[in-house]
């Protein structure tokens, strides 16, 4: 499946679209949203809605079993070019009790010359920094019957685990500092990278200037951007003001959606940091 | 290709001159250029987004003599990147062999294509450890930390 080039109008929410899930009433929008709905169904319909048990029963029903992700992404390359620019978004999700843990197994294969302390110091850095880009940050929903009442939500959590079977990633581990990929990291290099490097495992695409891809070919092109962009030129625009960007959130979602059997959208939110810690 | 007796005269022969240049403007260092030649000594040229600056230094001719032979058994048609896939990230290296100032030869190969081939990791390797010497370690990979 060809992957969805990133929309140049989704530029980071104000504050206003961000959706707060720590505050309870703010699932169906506030007082004055409740009365508002009140007003449009009815008191019985209201109380059906907010009853907690029969949306816990809804929950329960939307339950899913874990899904694997498994998606062709590629980037039009210039037709001069004999080579292409594609790979696979593998990871598993699982809907359940209001989240939608994303996890990549990764199997690291070091080099001959990478140490044991290497090797641990590596897995500890990487889980917590892709977790502190990617987890928490936005919220997956369905939209319902009528939209921000009956939407069904899930807030994204975003795991990397090492593992030694059954992996979705090997990635080969190589010492001092180089040019990270995908496939190939460096102890040394900054964690930031790598979780760059795992967004693209996710799904996500490149957002810096490069000539001979399409999207992205020059500063004007529509797949670059320059916002402070954990996909982007980080390096160039400073690595302490990369973040994520709704739209990979958007991304995100519809790479999901695909694998799950849903039609699914995203918001940024703003929550506590029980996410991030996987 | 151009013959390993010819790049294996680099350092002796004045002019023989050659340029690996590793990355792309728009990420990471940029495209960071070795040119190492018998006269000039090592040139190192960043360009980074529309910026450019350069770095000289005199290289030892036991380290330009290592990078020539490195070069030589480089076997371009083995490494040149094919119709296939690569990943996002992966960056171009591209090689270039000049004679007298006119380049003979030229080639553009993928940085992962190192794990596979022993000779283009030699070249790569000689590539940052002299971009190292020549720029005080500020490049090709920064000086920051992990």
């Known amino acids: ?278 | 290709m151009v013959g390993g007796d010819l790049l294996s005269a680099l350092g002796d022969d004045p002019s023989i001159a050659v340029e690996v240049a590793v990355g792309h403007e728009g990420w990471r260092y940029g495209e960071i250029t070795l040119a190492v030649g018998a006269e000039t000594g090592a040139l190192v040229r960043q360009r980074r987004t529309g910026e450019e600056r350069e770095w000289r230094a005199p290289l030892e001719p036991a380290r330009v003599r290592a990078l020539g032979r490195r070069l030589a058994d480089l076997d371009l048609a083995e490494t040149a990147p094919g119709s296939g896939a690569r990943d996002p990230d992966d960056e171009p290296v591209r090689l270039t062999f000049r004679r007298d100032g006119t380049p003979v030869e030229q080639a553009l190969v993928r940085h992962s294509r190192r794990f596979d081939d022993p000779s283009l990791d030699a070249v790569l390797e000689e590539w940052q450890q002299s971009v190292v010497h020549v720029t005080g370690g500020e490049l090709p990979y920064g000086l920051d930390e992990a």
């Open chain 1, 1 to 278: 499946m060809k992957a969805t080039e990133p929309e140049k109008s989704e530029q980071a929410q104000p504050e206003a679209d961000r959706l707060d899930v720590t505050e309870p009433n703010a699932a169906f929008g506030g007082a004055a949203r409740m009365l508002a709905l009140n007003q449009a169904v009815g008191n019985r319909a209201l109380a059906r809605l907010v009853d907690p048990v029969s949306r816990a029963r809804s929950a329960r029903l939307l339950q899913r079993a874990a899904v694997q992700v498994n998606e062709y992404v590629t980037e039009k390359t210039d037709e001069s070019r004999l080579e292409s620019v594609n790979w696979r978004a593998r990871y598993q999700v699982e809907l359940s009790d209001g989240r939608c843990t994303a996890t990549i197994k990764v199997k690291l294969n070091p080099d001959a010359g990478v140490t044991e302390d290497e090797v641990k110091k590596v897995k500890a850095a990487v889980p917590p920094k892709f977790a502190g880009y990617f987890s928490g940050r936005f919220m997956l929903y369905e939209p319902g019957w009528i939209e921000d009442f009956w939407d069904d939500k899930w807030v994204l959590v975003a795991k990397v685990e090492f593992v030694d079977a059954n992996e979705h990633l090997t990635v080969a581990l190589h010492k001092g500092k180089g040019a990270d990929n995908r496939q190939n990291w460096y102890v040394d290099t900054p964690s930031i990278t790598k979780a760059h490097e795992l967004g693209h495992q996710l799904g996500l695409l490149d957002e810096y200037v490069e000539a001979g891809v399409v999207p992205r070919k020059d500063a004007s092109a529509p797949g670059v951007f320059t916002d402070n962009s954990i996909m982007g030129d980080y390096y160039k625009e400073g690595v302490d003001k990369a973040d994520v960007k709704l739209r990979h959130g958007t991304r995100l979602a519809q790479v999901i959606g695909r694998a799950v059997g849903k039609t699914l959208k995203a918001k940024m939110i703003t929550v506590s940091q029980e996410y991030v810690k996987t």
